[in-house]
């Protein structure tokens, strides 16, 4: 598939974790793990005529 | 190409029994007996069928699609049909564009198979539910012994597979709302697990699921609220799909899987002898649920008419709740109303919140909760609730 031009949403800021974010959020100095990713995803579902393709996460389905 | 709903997932039902016996089966212990009809394996014949209509199907549609090995235990076709249903698979499909995997119970896993599904780009799933005591809540073998021995072995086969980044592609859980979650999560990630899911039990408003007191009651969403904190708290996080979909669908994304979102998903399930079914969950609900009215088979049937179908189209609809309440509902965009499954009842069908949205309430308030206090108010879809402290 041709890569769209990115489009990034203005919504969703290039956010570290911050310090203080929560009793169990431990600072990790850097951009978070799960947060970073997941924004990335979000990013990449909002490009233009990108149509984001579900079946790569498809493997952990039923029991 | 076709237009209208396309082809997301296609279960294949290489096996209709399987070696070990859940408690929470939604195919072995719930009220469909469909299966006892089904021959236990896919034969041949059957197989060639359904390579010819993905084949078909995937020249008919701009997106690709996964194919999923599914049971009762896929494993129980054995080596032969499953070489010969994945060589086939393969030589006619790019792993770009239809990944094939496996859900299986790892009891029957072997390293020749294991090359099998390295030659043939397959990955693997297992599922278990936790450590033994925990595992050993529902997940018994037919005798009533433990399963957690063979699955370990067969885990153990994946992990030292000199393809396992490839293989192993994550553990699949159901929710034992007894055990606690820190210690599902720790032994999950020491068994090096590369992505997690956790799932509910099956259960309707006719039938509670097992652990949950009354349909307010949140056990499943305060278990997932705990894994979620595990999961943001951990320095070497690997992917937890329900936790993801609640994540992004909270920060205006997408979901990955059906049961979250409000996105309809193209799923159908090919039973042993090759008919053609819906959504294999939906058999939770009552007897024959998830069968179309036309008997459709591969044998007989195009994918492309059955997802063209009006049948199929309602089908796909039911991801989109009836309820009023659920209607109504600011966190609608989040849960979706959850698996149609759960929101069945003898006296109103599927016109019901789901028997778990007090559990979707508590993990999305949880969750959008703990966003908030890391600094992502003005990207959330759902304003916080003010008193849903993290």
Same mark, same amino acid.
């Given at each position: 598939?041709?890569?769209?031009?990115?489009?990034?949403?203005?919504?969703?800021?290039?956010?570290?974790?911050?310090?203080?974010?929560?009793?169990?959020?431990?600072?990790?100095?850097?951009?978070?793990?799960?947060?970073?990713?997941?924004?990335?995803?979000?990013?990449?579902?909002?490009?233009? #005529?990108?149509?984001?393709?579900?079946?790569?996460?498809?493997?952990?389905?039923?029991? | 190409?076709?237009?209208?709903?396309?082809?997301?997932? =296609?279960?294949?039902?290489?096996?209709?029994?399987?070696?070990?016996?859940?408690?929470?089966?939604?195919?072995?212990?719930?009220?469909?007996?469909?299966?006892?009809?089904?021959?236990?394996? *896919?034969?041949?014949?059957?197989?060639?069928?359904?390579?010819?209509?993905?084949?078909?199907?995937?020249?008919?549609?701009?997106?690709?699609?996964?194919?999923?090995?599914?049971?009762?235990?896929?494993?129980?076709?054995?080596?032969?049909?499953?070489?010969?249903? @994945?060589?086939?698979?393969?030589?006619?499909?790019?792993?770009?564009?239809?990944?094939?995997?496996?859900?299986?119970?790892?009891?029957?896993?072997?390293?020749?198979?294991?090359?099998?599904?390295?030659?043939?780009?397959?990955?693997?799933?297992?599922?278990?539910?936790?450590?033994?005591?925990?595992? #050993?809540?529902?997940?018994?073998?037919?005798?009533?012994?433990?399963?957690?021995?063979?699955?370990?072995?067969?885990?153990? @086969?994946?992990?030292?597979?000199?393809?396992?980044?490839? @293989?192993?592609?994550?553990?699949?859980? =159901?929710?034992?709302?007894?055990?606690?979650?820190?210690? =599902?999560?720790?032994?999950?990630?020491?068994?090096?697990?590369?992505?997690?899911?956790?799932?509910?039990?099956?259960?309707?408003?006719?039938?509670?699921?097992?652990?949950?007191?009354?349909?307010?009651?949140?056990?499943?969403?305060?278990?997932?609220?705990?894994?979620?904190?595990?999961?943001?708290?951990?320095?070497?996080?690997?992917?937890?799909?329900?936790?993801?979909?609640?994540?992004? !669908?909270?920060?205006?994304?997408?979901?990955?899987?059906?049961?979250?979102?409000?996105?309809?998903?193209?799923?159908?399930?090919?039973?042993?002898?090759?008919?053609?079914?819906?959504?294999?969950?939906?058999?939770?609900?009552?007897?024959?649920?998830?069968?179309?009215?036309?008997?459709?088979?591969?044998?007989?049937?195009?994918?492309?008419?059955?997802?063209?179908?009006?049948?199929?189209?309602?089908?796909?609809?039911?991801?989109?709740?009836?309820?009023?309440?659920?209607?109504?509902?600011?966190?609608?965009?989040?849960?979706?109303?959850? *698996?149609?499954?759960?929101?069945?009842?003898?006296?109103?069908?599927? #016109?019901?919140?789901?028997?778990?949205?007090?559990?979707?309430?508590?993990?999305?308030?949880?969750?959008?909760?703990? !966003?908030?206090?890391?600094?992502?108010?003005?990207?959330?879809?759902?304003?916080?609730?003010? #008193?849903?402290?993290?």
């Amino acid at each position: 598939m041709d890569q769209p031009t990115k489009q990034p949403s203005s919504r969703l800021p290039e956010v570290a974790a911050p310090e203080g974010s929560g009793a169990e959020t431990p600072d990790f100095g850097v951009a978070h793990p799960v947060l970073s990713r997941l924004m990335e995803e979000v990013r990449n579902e909002k490009r233009v #005529d990108a149509a984001y393709d579900r079946v790569h996460h498809r493997h952990n389905r039923g029991r | 190409m076709d237009a209208g709903i396309q082809l997301d997932t =296609v279960l294949l039902k290489t096996a209709s029994r399987c070696n070990i016996d859940c408690s929470y089966c939604y195919v072995y212990r719930g009220p469909d007996t469909a299966w006892r009809k089904q021959p236990k394996r *896919m034969r041949p014949e059957v197989l060639a069928a359904v390579c010819d209509r993905l084949v078909e199907q995937a020249d008919r549609q701009r997106a690709g699609f996964a194919i999923v090995l599914h049971g009762g235990e896929p494993l129980l076709l054995g080596f032969d049909g499953l070489a010969s249903m @994945l060589r086939k698979l393969r030589s006619r499909f790019s792993l770009e564009r239809h990944p094939i995997g496996i859900q299986t119970n790892g009891t029957l896993l072997t390293r020749e198979l294991l090359d099998l599904f390295a030659e043939t780009r397959t990955s693997v799933s297992v599922s278990i539910d936790g450590p033994r005591e925990v595992n #050993d809540i529902g997940r018994l073998d037919h005798r009533g012994a433990s399963t957690h021995a063979a699955t370990m072995r067969g885990i153990d @086969l994946l992990d030292s597979h000199d393809e396992r980044e490839f @293989l192993f592609a994550g553990t699949l859980s =159901v929710i034992q709302p007894a055990a606690d979650p820190a210690i =599902v999560y720790r032994f999950l990630k020491d068994l090096g697990s590369p992505s997690m899911d956790f799932l509910f039990q099956d259960g309707n408003h006719d039938r509670l699921p097992p652990g949950k007191a009354r349909f307010e009651s949140t056990e499943y969403g305060q278990w997932l609220s705990r894994v979620l904190d595990l999961y943001l708290a951990d320095p070497s996080p690997v992917p937890i799909r329900v936790c993801d979909d609640t994540i992004k !669908l909270c920060l205006g994304g997408e979901s990955q899987k059906e049961g979250r979102g409000n996105k309809p998903y193209g799923i159908l399930v090919i039973e042993t002898d090759g008919e053609i079914r819906k959504n294999d969950t939906l058999r939770a609900s009552f007897d024959g649920a998830d069968r179309f009215g036309n008997p459709w088979n591969v044998t007989t049937t195009s994918l492309s008419t059955v997802l063209a179908s009006p049948e199929f189209i309602a089908y796909a609809g039911m991801h989109s709740p009836e309820s009023q309440v659920c209607r109504a509902c600011e966190l609608l965009a989040i849960c979706g109303g959850g *698996m149609p499954l759960y929101r069945w009842s003898t006296e109103r069908g599927y #016109d019901n919140p789901s028997v778990y949205c007090h559990d979707h309430k508590a993990m999305i308030r949880h969750a959008v909760s703990r !966003l908030d206090a890391m600094g992502l108010r003005d990207a959330l879809v759902v304003r916080p609730s003010p #008193d849903h402290a993290p």
